[in-house]
Each structure stands twice: as C-alpha cells, then as structure tokens.
C-alpha cells in the first residue's frame, strides 16, 4: 500500500506534464475536486499515442502482448512479411536489456498476474469515459458498441483458449457466432471469417485526436496550455515542487504529475527513479471516405489488426515495431495493413488514406506505473499504458486526481507502484 498523502485543507496547485488522455484525465478530476491545474507538454494536446490508437474502447484487452510462447514465435515473426512485428536491427543493442526483462514475463503465470492488474482498470472503460466527458463537449465523439474477434473459424479461435480464460477472469462476457451468425452480425465482411467472438458494452472514440484535445480545452477553460519542455525539476523542504520549464523559467506546485507516455523514459535521471519504458512504436492507415462502414470494432484476429469506425473514416491499426523514439516511419508497417485490408476486404475501396506513426509506452511488466515517484513527496507519475492507454486513461486519471489530493483512490494501487521498479526490488522479484 502507498503511504496515505494527509488531505489538504485548501486547493492544491498541481502541474500535469503530459496532454495525452490520461494526462488530461487527471486535470478534469483534480479541477472537478476543486484544485488549480496547469497542463505542460512540449508539443500540445493529443500528440502522441492518445491520436494515434486503434480507437477501441477494448474493456477486455487485459491479456498482454507477452503470452506463454511468444518467445518461441519471434524469429518465425521476425521473418515472416505478414507479421505485424518490426525491427530495426541497429536499435537491439539499445533495447537489450528492456527485451530480456520484457520477455522474462511471457510465460502462463506472469501473464495471469498482468491480467488481473489490468482488469483493475479495464473492464468499466465505457462508464469511465462517459463520466470523464460527460457536460464536455467531447461526449459525441464516445460511441457505444459491441466488439468483435473474428477468426477463419473455431479451431482458429480455440488457439487464443487461454487468452479468453484470462478475459473470462475478468468478467468479460462473450458470445460465439458461427457460420451465418457471423454473416448477419458483419455482413460487410463477407466470408472473411466463419467464426466470431462478440462481447458487448465495448465502445470506440469516434476522432481520437479531436476528442482529447476537446477534453483538455474543456480542462483549460480560459488558461493556456504551457508549451514547454521540461528540463529539470525539484523537491523543496516544504515539499513544494519547482520546474524548470524551457522558455518558461521556474514554476512552482503543490504537486506535479509526470504522463508523458513513451517520453516518460527521457526523465529517469530528471526522477532519479528506474522507468523501464520502452517505446513501442505503432501504426496506423485511416481510409476516408470508405465504401463501407462497418457498426462496430473488429479485430481481424489471425492478421492481429483492428478496423475501427470513425468520423469519415476507417482505422486500421495493430503493428508493433522497436526501431526507438529517433528513427523515420517505416513504410513496411502500413504496407502490411494495406495488404491485409484487401485480403479481408476485397471489395473496400476508399478515397484517400492518411498514415500515422507515434509511440505507445512498453513498461517491462505491461502493467502501467501509477502513483508517487519512489524517493520524492509530491512527484506523481502515470504512464506506461502499453496498448490500453485509450481504455485506460480516463480511470487511470481519475485514480491519479484521488490520490494527489490525499484520498484513497478506488482501486488498491499497489500493483502499478511505480517503486517495484527500483533496483532491490529488481532482484527481490527474480529469486
């Protein structure tokens, strides 16, 4: 358990370094409870991963990328063209250390303890979200739905049995449909699958980008947000915090949060605490002006992409690459979605298309860090979402807001401590 903050008598001054959805969740729920919030971030609103995910509002994403045989499959994946893993082989060297750990995780086990810390803010991502937008402006873009996995056909979905038995745990519940149940729940997808798992009270944001940026105008109100990078910052005796902020000079807070994401890694040292975030580059191919729209998400699950509806658009999204925060966009990752499109969707046509790439945040664990800076009073930290941050977000904000301002959050925290990371507990893990 962490330490109990005492509650404050009068509203805090807090910071939040970070406008992506969950930086901009923990603003919402720090003003609502009456704090004063000023949001930084060096580029602005939604730039990073929080316009650039699949969409989904996936409650039941709680198994992680690193499942029992992963290890085994890399080479094969490596290699093979139609897998939608990437790598820029100068860039292992520099990932090393973060693979070993990471992998050290894929087993039946870990996996399983992942699950059920994910489950602790997954699960109720739709009522999250409507509460965080609800009286915003960003409300419309929330669009309820069921969610889809559609496989060639039952064999192929009793791969993934273990996966479900971990949505399973969670409380997810699912629906199997077969054959011409299929046809009639996605008829657009005419044959490209027999076998479809549905589950309902899922959801996708209709304009992820527009959707966060419409939250942190409504967390703005008439403040500005501060366009600045942070370069250095500092715990007083009176357990105020300064930072410095380039172009800005030195600004001083009762509390600052740390959600900047995949660049939470760049300020390890700035944190003298260990944040074993590797960047997880994704990809996206959004296709305007479809000739179908289909009602729902669907998760092509032998190809592991997503086709999610949008305003005037399809998303399409699910590539995975390690190439670092530096390196240009590939082509070969939009290449792969393309390919896929039409090899599910034959007939899809569209008008123009738009690629994106950004960084999702890859914690060792994939269990984001959420809470207090190991070492430090009034420095919070929330990041590493891995690929749930969309569905996360709101919750992880607001869970955040309630423990900045000395209450205890809904969710036992422990799990996502940000201090299991440090170098005792390192080693006191592996034995």
């Keep these: 358990m962490q330490a109990q903050a005492s509650k404050p008598e009068k509203p805090l001054s807090v910071a939040v370094v970070g406008a992506g959805i969950v930086g901009v969740s923990a603003a919402i729920w720090l003003q609502r409870a009456g704090h004063d919030v000023t949001l930084i971030d060096r580029e602005g609103a939604a730039a990073g991963a ?144 027999d076998f479809a798992i549905a589950m309902d009270g899922h959801g996708s944001i209709a304009d992820p980008k527009a959707y966060v940026e419409t939250l942190a105008a409504h967390a703005l109100g ?70 179908f729209m289909p009602d729902a998400p669907v998760m092509v699950a032998g190809a592991k992409f997503v086709i999610t509806p949008m305003e005037g658009r399809i998303r399409l999204a699910g590539t995975i690459e390690f190439a670092g925060l530096e390196a240009e966009a590939s082509d070969k990752p939009i290449e792969l979605l393309k390919r896929q499109v039409k090899a599910i969707l034959p007939g899809l046509t569209w008008r123009g298309e738009v690629p994106w790439m950004g960084h999702r945040p890859a914690p060792t664990d994939s269990l984001p860090l959420l809470g207090r800076v190991p070492g430090k009073r009034n420095t919070f930290i929330a990041t590493g979402h891995h690929h749930v941050g969309m569905t996360a977000g709101p919750k992880s904000g607001r869970l955040m807001a309630q423990l900045i301002a000395g209450e205890v959050p809904d969710v036992d925290l422990t799990a996502f401590d940000p201090a299991r990371f440090s170098k005792n507990q390192e080693q006191h893990h592996h034995h």
């Excluded at 989904?56 to 490596?78: D, F, Q, R, Y």
Aim: glycine letters at 8%; proline letters at 5%.
């Design 222 to 291: 008439n403040k500005k947000l501060v366009k600045a990078k942070l370069q250095d910052l500092r715990e007083n005796e009176d357990g105020t915090v300064t930072l410095a902020l380039e172009g800005e000079g030195n600004k001083t807070f009762d509390r600052v949060l740390i959600a900047t994401g995949a660049q939470s890694r760049l300020l390890q040292d700035l944190l003298g605490c260990s944040i074993p975030v590797e960047t997880e580059r994704g990809y996206h191919l959004d296709l305007y002006e479809p000739s």
């Design 50 to 193: 929080s316009a650039g995910n699949g969409g989904v509002l996936a409650a039941c994403a709680v198994v992680p990328v690193t499942a029992p045989g992963l290890i085994k499959n890399i080479p094969s994946m490596v290699l093979d063209r139609n897998s939608p893993l990437f790598l820029k082989y100068g860039y292992l060297p520099k990932m090393a250390g973060w693979a070993m750990k990471y992998l050290s995780h894929a087993n039946a086990r870990d996996c399983a303890r992942t699950a059920k810390g994910l489950a602790q803010l997954l699960p109720d991502s739709l009522r999250e979200h409507q509460g965080l937008a609800e009286g915003t402006a960003a409300a419309r873009y929330i669009k309820p739905s069921s969610y889809y996995y559609l496989y060639a056909d039952e064999a192929a979905a009793s791969k993934d049995a273990f996966a479900w038995s971990l949505r399973a745990d969670a409380g997810i519940k699912t629906k199997s449909l077969q054959g011409e149940a299929v046809k009639a729940a996605l008829p657009d997808f005419n044959g490209a699958g």
